[in-house]
Each structure stands twice: as C-alpha cells, then as structure tokens.
C-alpha cells in the first residue's frame, strides 16, 4: 500500500499524490475500494432553468395579448399564430415535465387546452366557438385517449384511477355549458357528456372498491 | 386486480423528503469489505433471500394530498456494480423505484438507502442478514449454520425485540406492520406511562451563540466528498479511556480541534456544535425498521477554560448524558407524537408542508458546525463475520460529518462533505497518527482534478 509521510498516513488506491495534502506517496499501488465515476454534468439544472424560462415568456405573451384589446381587427391573424406558438410550447413542456406519469399528462392537457381555447375566444371578441367546439372535443377526446393510453401501455390501476377520474370529470363540463346556454350547437357538448357519463358509470361499477381506496389513501389526514 | 398495502410517512421521516436537495440527497451508505472479490450472483441470490424477509423494503414512497405514503410494490432490487458516486439520489418524485440499492465494487458490498425508509440501525438489520445470507452461500462447507446473531452493540436489546415477533400470516400483514411508523409502535406504552413531565423540554438558558459553520467550494456535480479513515479500533478506545470520555465524543473533541486548528475563520471564542444521533430501540423497545431515532445537540465554547481535546471531550460527553436519557428521549417522543396527532397540522397540504419542513431544517442546520454519528461495534452471523473485515458508514451531507463503525477489531470513519476541501480530515488523521495509532485512508475521486483522464 502507498503511504504519506506528510500525514503518516498509508493510502489505499492509485493515487499518485496524497488525497489530504497533495504530497508524494511511496510505495506499492493497490486497487481502490472506490471505483473513480466521471464528473457527469447534471442536465436536470439546463432543464429546470429552461422550463422555468419558457413558462415565463408564455405568461408574458399571454398577458402581452390582453394589452392589444382594442385593436383586435387588425392583429387578428399574427395574435393566432403567436397563440398557437405559446400553446405548443406549453403543452410541450408539460409533456416533458409529466412523462413520467401519462395520466397525469392527460388531465394536465385537458385543463390547459381548455383554458387556452376560451381565454383565446376571450381575446378574439368572444364568439363562443371555444366552449360550443374545443372543450367538449378536447375532453372526449381526451378521455378516449385515455382508455387507449391505459390498454396500451398496462398501466397499474392505482397509477391512473385518480387522475382518470378527474379527465371524466373534466368531460362532465360541457354538460354545465349546455345547462347555462353557453354553447351555439349542443351536439358536441351532449356527446362528450354523455361520454363521460357512461365512463363514470362503468368506472363506479367496476372499480368502485379501487377508486375509493385509492382517494383514501391520497386523502388520508 | 391488486390493491396496495400503504402507510403514511410520519412527521419524523417527512423531514426527508422535504430536505433532500441536490446537494444531498438523504441518503446513506452502509457496507462491508469481505476478503475476496464479491461474487455477484451469489450476492443478487442472497439479496433475493433477505428482501423477502424485509417487506418494508418493498416499498416505494408516494405523493399524497396531506403526506407522503409508503406502497407496497412489486418490483425487485437488483444487485449492480458500483459507477455512481457515493450516496448518489435514489428518491427521484413521480419516479417510482425501490428506496435502496445494493452495489459491489471489487472486495466491497455497499447498501444506500433513502433515508425516508429506515435509519442506520433498521439498514444495518437488513445488511447483516444480506452477509450473512452471502457468506452461508459461499462458504457452505466451511461452517454449520448457526443460529443468526444481530447483536448490535449499544442497542443490545434490538434483536431480541425482533426475534419475538410471531411469524407473519401474510406478506400484507408483514408490510403493513413493519412499516408502521416506529413513533407510533411505542405509543401504546407511552400512554400508559402517563404525562410524566408534561411540558416542554428544557432548552439551555440565555441566548443561544452563533455557532462556527464550515465553508468550502462545492464539488462540481454536487457529489459527496467522501474520505474514509480505517484504524485499529482498540487503540481509539485506549486513548480515549485515558481521558475519561467516551470514544465517540472523544472523536467528536478531535473533530472539532481538528477544525479549529485548519479554519482560518474561527477565532478565540468560536463555539462548536455537533448533533448526534440516538437509537431509540435502546429506551423504547420496537421492532420497527423504520426511522426511530433522535438528535441530540452538543456544544463547546472555547476560550472559556481548559479546551485540551480530553476536556471538551468530558464536557461534551456530560451533556449528552443528560440528554440520552430515558425520561429526556420520552419527553421528546412525546411531544412529536403530540405534533403528528395536531389537527391543524394535519390538514396542511403536503406541498406547504415540505416548505414548512424544509425552513426548519434550514434553521436546524443553522445552528450545527458537524454530524457525528456512531452504529458501535458490529457482529455478523457466522461464517459471515470471519469474512468481513472493515465495515463502513457514510452519510450523504449538507455540512461535513464523519459516520463511524466499528467490526473485526477495525474502527472506520467515514468522512462526508458537500466541499472539495479536506483539510479538517488531514488534521483529524495527523492527530490520531501524532497519538501513535496506524491509520489509513481510503478516499473517492471527487474534484476536477482527481478525476482528470477518467471516462475521457
């Protein structure tokens, strides 16, 4: 084994200077207890900052598009594009954030779209297209991804009963929109309703026992 | 369809999830170097053998509204070689994996776990039995199978606790028992006891000082600086005999020379403070391989009197005394069940509650220049423990600390940091070997420097 005479110490490994005070070491290397694992530079910080960023710059647009009220007419076409753009990266970066957890994804999705679509018929003097079209499609079609997420990728029950739940949830919306006379055509509003319903149904009848265990255990106090 | 055994984190070991950081990641590093290079499929066999008998350590840890939650699991550990950093983050959120590892390096078996799971004594178990489980498989024909030993040196009484435990009718039952709360294990014979001292603790009297902290450059990827300091263990004893104190605050006196003699921003007057963990299971018999420890917080002026390292050593060793009592440690268990039962408290969000958590333990911090913690003397099941030498310890810090061990006569000191700088530990080693004791020092690659040319 190498030793230091600086700190009388004897030095385990191939080290060719003392870990302590940097001084020679003498004497036979043997192998060291520690494998030596490369520096690795961490892309979690790169993430987090660009993450942080990017959803700072999407709020600003959006609250940048409040400003231009008055003159809607003319920026109509460059406040879509410059919408859509913010949207995609939003969902974007919510993919990224949530991939670990698909379900999750999903409600986070749903809830974001929706909000996005109404604040934008909101801002493009409101004609209601957000709440008669967007939402009620979105949340269908959001609960038929879900069914097809959960197939194909067999998901664990526990792993998605919460945040399935709150997708058909979401989907029982547009029922409200129809009920307060929000909506021009009640067609899309009425079948994603009337899907939702179903799916709760089923969902209470078949894994009733799972979904009250489940909310238990997240809401145990 | 399967449903999930679970149960909530308690108060005691939410702090872990809440405190972990980049910096330190809440997790622990026990291990064992054997005399010949681990065979790691009888390794992985063995794990396989213990993690059956350890349902805690099925478990993963979950995300509710109000706490943090323990769920049975279906997955199974893997024996892996070593290439991460010591004590690297093994709790990742919305990730769902087991709350240990084991990893083999040459002669070494190294077991890290998240600190949310167990502490130093409940790991230690499960360490034991995995050597012991090893070493039965390796050297079969070498020696009878005995009945297995888990004695534990200043928690002598654990085992047998354990030992008396019926046979679980099921793994669930198993689960759901062994990770209940260790806290909540005792409870029962805390009320029994009645309100003896109700009240608050005794806090020293007078405005506590401002207490020396370390300061360093951090690593560059925020890995553990880890420095290991192996020495015979009856020589430490010896010296520290000699001045009338304990051996693990004879060394928490060295530690603090060691500072004060190589920070140039101590002055005369500098206080020192350590926190030093206390096993519980000593006081309060459980069987719970979960958290079931407390700090207790010992300090040193200097410049008031004789500072010579036997002295600070005795005064040190009185105030620990006085607090590792059982009627103090009862007080304390207490007043944190009294906490974790508060209505208002447990209401609280999760979210606001990891921030709460946090700010205390940054206040805690606040007032702590190192960590000390100590497992004893070690003994493993035969054949196991003629196989085994040194054993190590080290924990994964946010200020330097040293964790030691003691096993087949060796005392290792494992030194952590989150700074590059060593010089605490160069002084530490250079007062032992000043004092005639042999010491070696075993350390991993952790700055620029040291790791120029690797994996290039």
Not at chain 1, 40 to 62: H, K, P, T
Not at chain 2, 13 to 24: H, K, Q
Not at chain 2, 141 to 151: I, L, Q, S, T
Request: proline fraction near 5%.
């Amino acid at each position: 084994m190498r030793a230091c005479a600086d700190c009388s110490l004897r030095v385990e490994g191939d080290w060719k200077r003392c870990p302590l005070c940097g001084g020679d070491l003498r004497g036979a290397v043997v192998p060291s207890p520690y494998p030596a694992v490369p520096l690795r530079y961490s892309r979690r910080r790169v993430l987090r900052v660009l993450v942080l960023c990017s959803l700072g710059v999407i709020l600003l647009s959006f609250l940048a598009q409040l400003l231009f009220r008055r003159d809607a007419e003319d920026l109509g076409a460059l406040r879509s594009v410059w919408l859509g753009i913010a949207t995609t990266w939003l969902v974007v970066l919510m993919a990224v954030s949530k991939r670990r957890n698909l379900a999750k994804f999903i409600v986070y999705l749903v809830a974001a779209a929706a909000a996005v679509s109404v604040y934008w018929d909101y801002l493009t003097q409101w004609s209601g297209w957000s709440v008669t079209y967007v939402v009620p499609i979105v949340c269908a079609a959001s609960i038929a991804g879900l069914l097809i997420t959960v197939r194909v990728i067999r998901m664990e029950l526990a792993d998605y009963v919460v945040y399935s739940g709150l997708t058909v949830l979401l989907g029982l919306a547009p029922i409200v929109f129809l009920a307060l006379g929000w909506v021009g055509t009640p067609i899309p509003s009425a079948i994603c309703g009337a899907l939702s319903i179903a799916v709760v149904t089923l969902l209470l009848a078949l894994r009733g026992g799972a979904v009250r265990h489940e909310l238990a255990t997240r809401l145990h106090l | 369809m399967k449903r999930r055994h679970w149960v909530r984190l308690d108060n005691a070991s939410n702090i872990f999830p809440a405190a972990r950081s980049d910096v330190d990641p809440k997790v622990f590093r026990l291990g064992a170097e054997l005399d010949h290079l681990v065979d790691p499929a009888l390794l992985q066999e063995a794990l396989e053998e213990t993690f059956e008998r350890f349902p805690l350590y099925h478990a993963v840890l979950r995300r509710g509204v109000f706490w943090y939650y323990l769920q049975d699991s279906d997955l199974r550990p893997q024996v892996v070689a070593e290439t991460e950093q010591v004590c690297a983050p093994i709790y990742q959120p919305d990730r769902r994996t087991l709350l240990f590892r084991v990893v083999h390096h040459r002669r070494r078996v190294g077991l890290e776990v998240f600190h949310a799971l167990s502490d130093g004594t409940g790991a230690l178990w499960f360490l034991t039995d995995l050597l012991g489980a090893y070493a039965r498989r390796r050297f079969a024909g070498e020696a009878p199978v005995v009945e297995e030993v888990h004695e534990l040196a200043p928690d002598s009484f654990a085992h047998y606790f354990r030992r008396r435990q019926p046979v679980p009718a099921s793994h669930e039952e198993d689960f759901t028992r062994e990770a209940t709360p260790a806290v909540l294990t005792v409870e029962e014979a805390a009320r029994e006891e009645g309100p003896v001292g109700e009240g608050r603790a005794r806090r020293p009297s007078g405005r506590r000082r401002r207490v020396h902290r370390l300061r360093g450059s951090r690593t560059p990827d925020h890995r553990t600086r880890a420095l290991e300091l192996s020495m015979p263990a009856a020589d430490v004893l010896a010296l520290a005999k000699a001045e009338g104190a304990a051996p693990t605050m004879y060394l928490t006196a060295l530690f603090f020379e060691a500072i004060r003699r190589t920070d140039a921003r101590v002055h005369a007057r500098s206080t020192f403070a350590a926190s030093v963990p206390v096993n519980l299971r000593q006081f309060f018999p459980s069987t719970s391989a979960r958290n079931f420890f407390a700090t207790i917080r010992v300090e040193h002026t200097y410049g008031r009197g004789d500072d010579s390292i036997g002295a600070v050593a005795r005064g040190l060793q009185e105030a620990f005394s006085a607090e590792a009592t059982e009627e103090a440690l009862g007080r304390r268990l207490r007043r944190l069940i009294r906490v974790e039962r508060f209505p208002p408290a447990r209401i609280v969000p999760r979210p606001l509650k990891d921030l709460l958590l946090s700010a205390i333990n940054y206040a805690n911090n606040r007032s702590l220049t190192v960590a000390i913690s100590n497992l004893g003397r070690v003994t493993l099941p035969s054949p196991a423990q003629d196989h085994v030498g040194r054993m190590l310890f080290l924990v994964s810090a946010v200020r330097p600390q040293f964790c030691a061990i003691t096993h087949g006569g060796q005392l290792t000191l494992g030194f952590t940091s989150p700074f590059v700088e060593t010089a605490h530990v160069r002084e530490f080693a250079r007062l032992l070997s000043g004092a005639g004791i042999e010491v070696s020092l075993a350390a991993a690659r952790s700055t620029e420097e040291e790791l120029a040319g690797v994996g290039a």
